[in-house]
Structures are given as structure tokens and as C-alpha cells.
């Protein structure tokens, strides 16, 4: 038994709140709640990912796992008859304990203020955004550890962090931790990508101690089982992967079914070939063996499965370019257009559908993959790897990246797969990860700023008349990452004193602005003025 | 005497060039070439902002100053009677050599690539842009050492890069070891924003080696020649500093003459008030003394000076919001109404003219920006300070306002100023400037490439290909920054074998998706594969 602070230092001012359900009272939504020191700032229910190690009243066992939240909802289930998946109870019209769950999550405590004109999210608006295929709850009933979210373009844009051994570096223990470092800082899902040994034991960990959705591209596993030849891989190896893997509780599965056979030239013609790694090992498969892509022909077998245990597909792309010079080429929207046809199958079996989008991508060429998205693959929820909008950056391709991504989630994009500054050049370390998850934060909370998402300024706003007030804690308290706000502050102007200070160090007493603004709002009310200042 | 390895290590396999004018046989435009080792590859010489300092085979002294590359080029036209300023000289048709040589800094040796068909740019297309006032090449006389760029829509993206001390903190060789190091990593202008003692003693050591034009905001200077007291700025007070900054060599002068006192109160019911320091001083002058901002009564005078001795203005926004609440409200828009009118009466006189921007602005609300300035400041130059696209991230601005300031250069603004990693927080040190420089030469060219400046791709191309063939050396040495890649790339793979290599630490060999390709390559070109992959 550990403590929770084991893991990272608490944020500051800040204690746990549990939000419970109207129509499910056994529901308690986690949120983190800031303390500030204004009365007239009202109090938002900070959405919170880091499950139970974000409440230091709980004791953590990795050993043991953590609580099994929706355990209950899934046994109630399972007593009424075969349990149906998320899309297929919200065809039905029955709004679930998740669905509910997620649009209190989604509110961030702002109800009452939202008031009941429509702009606060309703379980019944959960419901029907999840039957139209629109939004997924990501939640295999075997991973009843998960607190529900939800993907999709009428909801806060998500972030997902990628944790995972490759053959050459890092453990178990590691990922584990890197996973727990990723709720903290707020990644909404995260894809265990792990490609090393004890493949089936890391997913294990990670998977009980799991606050949030798993994802995983089981064809990485499946190729171990081959001893890492791709053209021994089969259909029945990939299956039994698949079982295994939902029996084990992963929420969401990356698969490559429409990478075709024939759009394998098309790529081998580009600046950059292929860039994905499922992609690749696919394409070597169907150009050796000169047969289509056994996860195409078999996909509907694949649904039944997922059906099965409600994982959501995330349909990959294959060919998604690698280079800016690769971007919106016709190996990359065909793969698109097939997926868009993958998806009316996957419907059908009421398996919830995420589509995976690109890449490398100027920024001019950033719309057109979002409007070709909704068009062919009928409004089901983009989740897209940046896009990256220049390649001459590597080292700050987190930045690159976040510039395409704040940009796709405006435009609708529901989930941003996150890149760290490591990418192209190695794996990345704790450091990276917090870096890659706060850039991702920031670009995604831009999207919900410019779409629109009724809960989104209340944050800025009350960040911001902070900064106006020279409440210095409360501005630390309120920021995406509070302990590099005071480290940053305290570097040129340390200790207690200097965050009561009415300036900072960039301009100093006499040229600071927002003092001055002050000063005038004062000879305005009063008629009165400092001389001195 | 010092090396100017003194200041920073030299870019790896790179060796600067000197390109000759046509024109004027006496020009040398300095570029950086990268030794590639894919002989297919272009050679680009790509766009250096770092003068003699990335010239190892320069020797520099800071007590004696750079050279004074522009001299003949000034005692010249001195011959021929009272010297003009750029704009005055485009009007007349004439094409001076600082026009030749910032069009052919402009095409970074890609001419002829480019063709004749008008896609390469020439110094007659240059000296248009400047007559049109489109375009500004700040140059002041009094600073011969200055090597000409040019600031428009119609050009690559340029950044701008803040040093200077304040009260609180910094020296002047700090300051001098600031401005190299930004010009290092790419800045293209230098603001010298310095606020405490020895104001103009920094900015002499400043100018007499800085190869990028300088700007300030005079009004700091004169605020501390009335011992900080706001209240007692007169006009004479300030003329007297522009004077006296125009005959060091200052080259742009950003000037808040457009917040007019009935804009005042506009402010005041702001959620942050004023934000600008300039702005804020001018704000607090006219609502105690009840008149009308001096810079605006004597902008007719203001101009006489900055065309007598060909210094730039730089339109200053005092008003811009301060928080994404205070977007594009009424005070700020009046303001930028009021610089289209003062870029008239500048033009009038010959001065050249860039309007500044904002701030704090959600990307739903960018375009309005630029839409707004570019019709009513009548396609002047647009300068912008990020714009930062949320309130809640402090501690990585830098990264909130580049993803508003690749938008904003894609839609048209032609320099970007940048923010640091310290912004709202500190003043920022070595590391965050060349964090922040960075940051915005990756968001200048991501703009560059979206709004399709003919020469942007070829190093993205190049960096691609490097990258696909394995060339790790060749992919460090065209990135924006060489150091960050191979340290990061090292921390997992050192040792020169790990360059060798066709994977990395990411994927390890056997799930490298780019070697799988290049094996799906060969299998296609000659029916053999390697079953071991």
C-alpha cells in the first residue's frame, strides 16, 4: 500500500470533489476543485483524470489494483441477459450509469450557470450522440476500473498519451508509471504500444491500475507470436490476440483494415513510404503474399468480437504521410474512403467507431482532411496524431504538432493523439511525457476555446482576473501544470513575499501595465492618483 | 579579439556562403549550406540571420563593433544630396542594393529551381512591395552594420526576439550575449526593451554589434528621464529621445500614438485593462492630465524625425487584450482604426510603416485580426505578438502563442514576436530565449509553407529524405536546431555507430515502418525479400 503522492506531488490548492448522479445516485464523478481566493470567481469543477490518485484519501496497491468503480453497473447488467455494448444500448434508447456519468464530467460543475437552455451536456444528449455514431464511451466491461469519458466532436476534445517498452529500453514498472503520470497530468485515454517481452504482464499492470481507457494495436502482439515475421502472421493468430486482449479489458483496438492491397504502390511512390507501423508490417504482408489484408477480409469476424466486449474499434491509418511533402495524397484518402465503408460495418454490430487520422500536414492542408473525414466516414469521431505542420523541427515536434492539432480540433477533431519532443529521435522519458501531455492540454483546451464547448473560458476567465489581481497563487493553482508556473516565477523573484508583490520580474514595479491599469481604474473612481508611480 | 565561437558551437556539416549581387557587384548576402550527403538533394542556402558571428572565419571584437557592411552603400547616396528613406526611393523607381540584396536573401539560392516564371523574387518585385508600403526594409543610416531584410506579407515570415534588463534583474553583456544568441537560432529583428540604468549605453553596445535591425519603444527611455513619473512626460521630453535613439541607429521605433483618450474607458471595463507597458503610461498621462495622447497631436513631427533618418514605425497596440475574454473587443479595434489613419500620414512622408498586433486571442477570433488590419491600415505590415490562443497555460506561452502565431503568418502577418517559456512570469534567461526563437522560426516556416512561399518546402523535402534514408546526420544538420536532435536522439542511441543505424529507439529494428518500406521497396523492384525482418 502505497501512498497516492508516491506518484507525483498533489496540485496546489486543490482538494477532491465527488459530483454524484441524479439518475444513478451511486455515481460519483471525480473532479478536482481550486481553491481561490476570490469569492466572485465561480468555482469550476476541474476536470480530473488521474482517478483515485488524485484523492489522497485513497491508499494505492498496484498489486491489488485499484477500485473497480463500474463493477456494479456491469453486474446489474449481466443479470438482465446477454449485456449490450454502449451503441447498442443508446440505439435502444437507454441512457447507462456511463452516460450519465460522462455528462456530469463534461459539465466541470458550470450547470447552474449554463443553466438549462440547452448549452449544459444532458445524459439524453449523451445517449443520442453515442447512438448516432457520433461519440464513443470507450469501456470494456473487463476493465471495470475506467472512469467513463467520452469521444466526441460535441464534447471537450480529448488527449491520449502513448506509454510502451519498445525492444530497446525501459520496463514494466516504468510503464506503469508513465501511465500514472499521464492521468496526472491529464491524458484523457492511454495506448499501451508496448512491442518488447512481457507484452501480455505490462498490458496486465497497466490495465488494473487504470483510471482511464486503454488502447493497444494488436497487431504488435500478434507479430511476437510470429517471432516477428511478418509474413508468418495469419488470421487466427491476430484473432487469438484479440480475444485475449478484450478478455484482459482494453477499451480500444487499433486496427489496420484499410490498408488495401492495392494502395500499397501508391504509398511506395511517396517522399516518406510508410510511416505506420501496423501499416507497414500490413502492406509487407499483402505485397509478399500478393493477397488482400486479412484484417479487410475478415473484419466482420473482428466485430463480432469486439461486439463481444465492447471494445471500440479505432480504425488506423496505414498510410498516413510521414513528410508534408505526403500530405492529402491518394494513398492517404483512399485508405480514408475504406475506412469510411469499415465503419457502416462496424455500426451494424453496434461496435462504437473512432477513425485515425493523420500525420504530417501543412496547415492549409489541415481542413480538408477534417471535412473529407466527416464526409466518408459519416460523423464517426476523428482521432488524429497532431497533425504536424513542418518537418524541420525534430526536437520541438511537440509544438509543430500542437499548432495542426489545436487547429483539427477546432474544426472538430475529438481526440488528439499526443507527440512528445522525443519523436523521430527516441523514446521518450518522464520529462517528455509531462512535456507532451501539457502541450496537448493546451492545444486541446484552444479547440473547446474556438469551437465553442460551453464550459471551456470559465477556466481562462477566472485565470485571467487573477493575473489582473496579482493573485499570484491562485494564478499558479488554476494553470495546466501549477508546479512549473511557481518554479518559472521563482526563478527571478523567489519566496513568499514576491507572490503577494503587484509585479514580476519581466517589467518591474514602474513598468508594469496591469499596475498601472489599476491605478487609473482608482483615478477614475476616486479622483485621486500615486504621484510616485 | 574573440572567436565567435565564443558565443554559441557552429551549426554541424554546414559552411557559411557568400552569394554576390547582380546588380550591385559589391553585395555579398551571407547563407549557411549544409553539407548533404544525397547528392540528388538541392543545395539551399538557407536564410542566416547571424551575420560575422556565423562566419568562423571572422574575428570578433565587441569594444570595436561589427563591420559596417552597408557603409559604401550610405556615403554613396550622402554624394548624391539629402539621402532618402527605402520607401521613397521605391517610389521613384529606384531599386537600391538594399532591395538586391534582401530579394536575394529571399530565395535561399533556389532561383534556380524556382525558374524565370516569376516564382523567385526579384528586386524589382521588392522595391513594388516597399513603394506600396506592403513592405518595410528597416535601415537606419546610423547603423551601416545592419544587413538588410524585409518585413511583408509577401516574404518569408520574420520573428522578432525581446531582450533587454529591467529593474529587477540583468547586465549589459548579458544583453549583448542575448542578442547574438537570438540571432544565432534565427531571430531576424532585435527589440531592445531595456527599462533600467543605463539605458542607452546598452543599446550603443547593442547596435554596434548587431547585424539585424533594432527596435525599441522610446518611451521607456523617456519615462526615465522624468525619474518614472508618468505624470511628467511632455512632448519635448520624448522628442528628444527619438532623436537622440534615431542617431545611435535605432532602425524601428515602436510608437503608441493610436490610444486616444477617449479609448480610455473602453479599457478600463476590461476582465485585464491594458496590458502593454507603452500603453499603459500613455493611458495613465492622458486621463490625469485630461488631453489628448501626445504622440498622436505630434505625429505629424514624430514623422519629420523617423524620415529624416529612414527609422521604421513600428504602430504600437496599447490597447491589445490581455486575456482571450478581452478579444477583439471595441478598444482595440478603435485603436488599430486609428493606426489605419497615422499610416497614411506616415506614408505621406516617406516613413515606413508596420502596425502591431495582438495577444491574447481564442483561433476562432484570429482571422478577424488580420482581416480587420489589412483593410484598415491598407495592407501596412502586420507585426503580432503570438497571439496566444488560451489564458490557462503559463510556463509554456511560448507554445500558446505559436499556435496563433502560425495561423496569423499563414493568413498574412509578416513578423511574428515571440514569446518564451517565462512570458507572465520572469524575465527570460539563455535557455529561453533560444526556447522561444525556436519556437517561433518552426511557426514562421510552418506559416511560410501554408501560404506557399516558393522556396519553404525544399528544406522540409530535404529533411524528409534524410530522414527516409536513414541519413541521421544529415536530418540533425537541417533542422532548426541541431543540438536539441542529436542530444535527444543520443540520450537513448548514443555513439556514432546508433547513426549508422536503419531504426531507433522508438520502434527498435523490427517494427521500423520506413525499413519495412524500403524492404517492400526492393521486394517490388527485384521479387527478393529478407525473411529475417
Redesign the interface.
Known amino acids: 500500500m502505497t501512498e497516492s503522492s508516491k506518484f507525483f506531488k498533489p496540485f496546489p490548492q486543490s482538494h477532491r470533489i465527488y459530483v454524484p448522479g441524479k439518475l444513478f445516485p451511486d455515481i460519483r464523478v471525480s473532479m478536482r476543485e481550486v481553491e481561490i481566493s476570490d469569492p466572485l470567481t465561480p468555482k469550476l469543477g476541474i476536470y480530473d483524470t488521474s482517478g483515485p490518485y488524485g484523492d489522497p484519501q485513497k491508499k494505492i496497491d498496484v498489486n491489488q489494483g485499484i477500485e473497480k468503480i463500474r463493477k456494479p453497473w456491469i453486474d446489474a447488467r449481466k443479470k438482465n441477459g446477454e449485456p449490450l455494448t454502449q451503441m447498442q444500448y443508446a440505439k435502444k434508447g437507454i441512457i447507462t450509469p456511463e452516460m450519465e456519468y460522462v455528462a456530469i464530467r463534461e459539465n466541470q460543475k458550470m450547470d447552474v450557470l449554463l443553466g438549462e437552455n440547452g448549452s449544459s451536456i444532458t445524459p439524453e444528449f449523451v445517449r443520442s450522440e453515442v447512438a448516432a455514431g457520433r461519440a464513443v464511451i470507450p469501456c470494456n466491461p473487463n476493465h471495470p476500473e475506467c472512469e467513463p469519458m467520452i469521444i466526441g466532436r460535441n464534447f471537450l476534445t480529448k488527449i491520449n498519451s502513448n506509454i510502451g517498452n519498445?525492444?530497446?529500453?525501459s520496463s514494466i514498472e516504468e510503464e506503469v508509471e508513465k501511465m500514472v503520470w499521464s492521468v496526472h497530468w491529464g491524458a484523457d485515454t492511454v495506448m499501451d504500444l508496448s512491442?518488447?517481452k512481457n507484452i501480455h504482464e505490462t498490458r496486465e499492470w497497466i490495465l488494473r491500475n487504470s483510471p482511464v481507457p486503454i488502447g493497444t494495436v494488436p497487431m504488435?502482439q500478434a507479430?511476437e507470436k510470429v517471432n516477428?515475421?511478418?509474413?508468418h502472421l495469419t488470421w487466427e493468430v491476430f484473432r487469438d490476440t484479440l480475444i485475449e486482449q478484450a478478455e484482459q479489458g482494453v477499451d480500444y483496438f487499433t486496427i489496420h483494415a484499410g490498408l488495401l492491397l492495392s494502395y500499397?504502390?501508391l504509398?511506395?511512390k511517396r517522399?516518406?513510404?510508410?510511416?505506420?507501423?501496423g501499416?507497414?508490417?500490413i502492406?509487407?504482408w499483402c505485397?509478399?503474399h500478393n493477397q488482400e489484408n486479412f484484417l479487410y477480409t475478415h473484419f466482420d469476424e473482428i466485430c463480432d468480437i469486439l461486439a463481444k466486449y465492447d471494445v471500440c474499434v479505432s480504425l488506423g491509418d496505414g498510410l498516413r504521410p510521414?513528410?508534408?511533402?505526403d500530405a492529402n495524397d491518394e494513398a492517404q484518402f483512399s485508405e480514408l474512403d475504406t475506412l469510411g465503408e469499415l465503419t457502416k460495418v462496424a455500426w451494424a454490430k453496434g461496435v462504437q467507431v473512432l477513425i485515425e487520422g493523420p500525420g504530417h500536414v501543412?496547415?492549409?492542408k489541415i481542413r480538408e482532411n477534417m471535412e473529407r473525414q466527416e464526409q466518408m466516414c459519416h460523423n464517426a469521431p476523428f482521432y488524429t496524431l497532431g497533425p504536424l505542420?513542418?518537418?524541420?523541427?525534430?526536437?520541438?515536434d511537440?509544438?509543430?504538432s500542437?499548432?495542426g492539432a489545436?487547429?483539427i480540433g477546432?474544426f472538430g477533431t475529438a481526440m488528439l493523439c499526443y507527440v512528445t519532443?522525443?519523436?523521430?529521435?527516441?523514446?521518450p522519458?518522464r520529462d517528455d511525457v509531462r512535456e507532451g501531455v501539457?502541450?496537448y492540454?493546451?492545444?486541446a483546451?484552444?479547440?473547446d476555446?474556438?469551437?465553442?464547448h460551453p464550459a471551456a473560458?470559465f477556466?481562462?476567465?477566472a485565470?485571467?482576473?487573477a493575473?489582473?489581481d496579482f493573485r499570484w497563487n491562485d494564478?499558479?493553482a488554476?494553470?495546466?501544470?501549477p508546479d512549473?508556473?511557481v518554479?518559472?516565477?521563482d526563478?527571478?523573484?523567489p519566496g513568499n513575499g514576491a507572490k503577494e508583490s503587484h509585479f514580476?520580474?519581466?517589467?518591474?514595479?514602474?513598468?508594469?501595465?496591469?499596475r498601472?491599469?489599476?491605478?487609473?481604474?482608482q483615478?477614475?473612481k476616486t479622483g485621486k492618483?500615486d504621484?510616485?508611480?
Not at 228 to 231: C, F, L, M, N, T
Not at 389 to 396: E, F, K, L, N, S
Not at 478 to 481: A, K, N, T, V, W
Not at 516 to 521: N, Q, V, Y
Open positions: 519498445s525492444a530497446v529500453a512491442t518488447g504488435y507479430l516477428g515475421i511478418a509474413d500499397v504502390p504509398a511506395l517522399t516518406t513510404g510508410i510511416v505506420s507501423r501499416g507497414s508490417i502492406a509487407r505485397m509478399v510521414g513528410s508534408t511533402a501543412p496547415m492549409h505542420t513542418t518537418d524541420v523541427a525534430p526536437g520541438y511537440h509544438i509543430t500542437a499548432i489545436a487547429m477546432w519532443p522525443k519523436e523521430h529521435l527516441g523514446l522519458d501539457v502541450t492540454k493546451l492545444a483546451h484552444a479547440a476555446l474556438a469551437k465553442g473560458h477556466r481562462d476567465d485565470l485571467s482576473r493575473r489582473f494564478q499558479f488554476l494553470s495546466l501544470d512549473r508556473a518554479d518559472f516565477h526563478e527571478t523573484l514580476c520580474s519581466m517589467c518591474g514595479p514602474k513598468f508594469c501595465s496591469m498601472i491599469s489599476k491605478d487609473i481604474l483615478f477614475v492618483l504621484m510616485e508611480k
